[in-house]
């Protein structure tokens, strides 16, 4: 079982960057991916993105977050980061890193989850 801790939330205008990070520890060498998802106050938990994790770089991201977010890793440090670019209002959310044995956006295949760290967009 892996441990992961995000950070980097915190309140923001419209526009504005944020980067999150995830730092795991623990057994990390069946993790084949490192996912974030969202949700919202009254939402269902939305796919963000996600990237492999020990092998090659392979990523997938969410529709609605595409072009603005980028997710990176560093394997050395066990760490798994999302760049936010050009916040909106609508990316207002608690922000969960997960782990799981493939790169896919559905989260019922992630095993392990964080405590989630707060993103608040202001227009």
């Known amino acids: 079982q892996l441990q992961l801790v995000e950070s980097g939330g915190g309140s923001v205008q419209a526009g504005d960057s944020l980067r999150l990070s995830c730092v795991a520890s623990?057994?990390?060498?069946?993790?084949?991916?490192m996912g974030w998802f969202r949700q919202a106050p009254g939402k269902e938990r939305e796919f963000v993105a996600t990237i492999s994790w020990n092998i090659g770089v392979v990523t997938l991201y969410g529709d609605s977050v595409k072009g603005r977010f980028t997710i990176s890793r560093d394997v050395a440090k066990n760490t798994v980061y999302l760049q936010m670019n050009s916040l909106k209002p609508e990316d207002t959310a608690v922000y969960y890193c997960?782990?799981?044995?493939?790169?896919?956006?559905?989260?019922?295949?992630?095993?392990?989850w964080g405590q989630g760290t707060q993103v608040t967009v202001s227009s």
């Open positions: 623990g057994r990390t060498a069946r993790t084949f991916a």
């Open positions: 997960a782990a799981g044995p493939a790169v896919t956006g559905k989260s019922k295949a992630y095993i392990d």
